[in-house]
């Protein structure tokens, strides 16, 4: 069995969503990635909603350094203290939780904690949180901006894991029409961002 990928610490938290600072700088996984919180349990599950890479300092502003330079990689080779300077984060929306081994896809009583370690999942597990689709109503209700292609980014990420990708996809886009019964518009927007 594959060990999940350790991509940084969680440095913000609340019931519905965390933000993890990654160990390396653009470190952080793809939007619509399944990510999990804590070493042990109770884990929690986010989906990668956001990703930022920023200044450590928010009194020292980043500035352009490439002028002079052929390449962006030589930009960091001139400037090797960059990635001491910079940090990359992301934001996880939370989909659910484990409570006694059984995964639960619904908010968790209580948010992750500071430091937790924040894991990448495994396409086992990937598998393993996706074979219930409960989940989605907590992505078609977050009505963030960007809320509708981190939900079908989410199904994009979820179905490479799964043995029969269109399947998977197909039975999203029925639990997606069920759902969103109501805004016809908006339900194709989402499945038009599906590979189906």
């Known amino acids: 069995m594959e060990a999940p990928e350790r991509l940084g610490e969680v440095v913000q938290a609340s019931t519905d969503r965390f933000t993890a600072q990654c160990y390396r700088l653009y470190g952080a996984p793809p939007l ?50 960059l990635e001491r300077l910079l940090r990359t984060d992301f934001e996880a929306m939370t989909v659910g939780h484990t409570q006694d081994g059984t995964i639960h896809q619904y908010l968790a009583p209580l948010p ?19 074979q219930r689709l409960d989940f ?14 981190v939900l079908a980014a989410c199904l994009r990420e979820a179905a490479s894991a799964h ?26 927007t989402i499945l038009r961002r599906l590979p189906l």
């Open 32 to 81: 619509g990635s399944l990510v999990r919180a804590g070493e042990r349990e109770p884990h929690v599950y986010g989906i990668v909603s956001s990703v930022t890479t920023s200044s450590l300092d928010p009194t020292r502003p980043v500035v352009a350094r490439g002028a002079s330079e052929p390449t962006e990689e030589a930009i960091y080779r001139s400037n090797p203290q």
């Open 112 to 130: 992750p904690h500071i430091h937790a370690f924040v894991f990448r999942c495994t396409p086992d597990e990937v598998r393993a949180f996706t």
């Open 136 to 149: 989605l109503p907590l992505l078609v209700g977050a009505r963030t901006p960007p809320g509708d292609e």
């Open 163 to 188: 043995d029969q990708p269109t399947e998977f996809l197909v039975q999203a886009g029925r639990k997606l029409a069920l759902l969103l019964g109501g805004e016809m518009q908006r339900l194709n």
